[in-house]
T-cell receptor, first 113, second 113 residues
Framework: NAGVTQTPKFQVLKTGQSMTLQCAQD?????MYWYRQDPGMGLRLIYY???????DKGEVPNGYNVSRLNKREFSLRLESAAPSQTSVYFC????????????FGSGTRLTVV | SQELEQSPQSLIVQEGKNLTINCTSS?????LYWYKQKYGEGLIFLMM?????EEKSHEKITAKLDEKKQQSSLHITASQPSHAGIYLC?????????????FGEGTQLTVNP
C-alpha cells in the first residue's frame, strides 16, 4: 500500500549509543518531516526537508541529524542517545502544499535507558 | 512561530452525546488541519480548512474555521466508541523554507458505551 514507511517500530538504546531511524515514502512527495511526540507536549518538529537536497531545522533539532538520501527517503540520526530522547518519532510527507493533508508513518517508539 | 491551544485537554462523554473541541491560534491561520490518532498509532487526516467561515463535514464530524481565521472547532454528533482517540489540530506555517505543520497538544476523547 502507498504511504510512509518507518523502521524500526520499536527500539531500546543505552545512553550514548547511536542509531538511525529510516523513513521512506512512495507517493512522489516533495517534502518530508520528522516529529517527536511526548506526553503533554503534542508533536514537535525536529527537522524537515522541503525538497530533495535541502534540510532545515525545526523546533527541537538539538541532538539529531538528518539526511535526505533521495526523493523517497529521509533518515533521522541520533549520534549519542540521551534519556531525554525517549519519545515516539513520526515521519511525514506532502507533495508541496497538500489539500489532502500530510501523510504520517505509524511511528517509532524509542526508549533510551 | 505559531502557537496552537486546544481545549479541552481531555473529554469523557457518553455514547450518543455531541461534543466540541476547540483550537485557537496566536496568529492568522492559512491552513488548519485536523488529525485523529489512536493510541500507539500514526495520525489519520480528517479535514483541512483554509478560508474564513469555511465548514466541512465527514460522516458525523464537522470542522469550522471562523471568519477571522484564528479559531477552529471540531464537532462530533452522536458520538460512538469508534470516535475515541486523540484529536490534534495543526497549522500550516508556510515560508521560504517550505511548509511545515505546528500542532496543538491534542485532546484526548473517551466515549463510554
Amino acid at each position: 500500500n502507498a504511504g510512509v514507511t518507518q523502521t524500526p517500530k520499536f527500539q531500546v538504546l543505552k545512553t550514548g549509543q547511536s542509531m538511525t531511524l529510516q523513513c521512506a515514502q512512495d507517493m512522489n512527495h516533495n517534502s518530508m518531516y520528522w516529529y517527536r511526540q511526548d506526553p503533554g507536549m503534542g508533536l514537535r518538529l525536529i527537522y524537515y526537508s522541503a525538497s530533495e537536497g535541502t534540510t532545515d531545522k525545526g523546533e527541537v533539532p538539538n541532538g539529531y541529524n538528518v539526511s535526505r538520501l533521495n526523493k523517497r527517503e529521509f533518515s533521522l540520526r541520533l549520534e549519542s542517545a540521551a534519556p531525554s530522547q525517549t519519545s515516539v518519532y513520526f515521519c511525514a510527507s506532502i507533495r508541496t502544499s497538500s489539500y489532502y493533508g500530510y501523510t504520517f508513518g505509524s511511528g517509532t517508539r524509542l526508549t533510551v535507558v | 512561530s505559531q502557537e496552537l491551544e486546544q481545549s479541552p485537554q481531555s473529554l469523557i462523554v457518553q455514547e450518543g452525546k455531541n461534543l466540541t473541541i476547540n483550537c485557537t491560534s496566536s496568529k492568522t491561520l492559512y491552513g488548519l488541519y485536523w488529525y485523529k490518532q489512536k493510541y500507539g498509532e500514526g495520525l489519520i487526516f480528517l479535514m483541512m480548512l483554509q478560508k474564513g467561515g469555511e465548514e466541512k463535514s465527514h460522516e458525523k464530524i464537522t470542522a469550522k474555521l471562523d471568519e477571522k481565521k484564528q479559531q477552529s472547532s471540531l464537532h462530533i454528533t452522536a458520538s460512538q466508541p469508534s470516535h475515541a482517540g486523540i484529536y490534534l489540530c495543526g497549522a500550516d506555517e508556510g515560508g521560504a523554507s517550505g511548509s511545515r505543520l505546528t500542532f496543538g497538544e491534542g485532546t484526548q476523547l473517551t466515549v463510554n458505551p
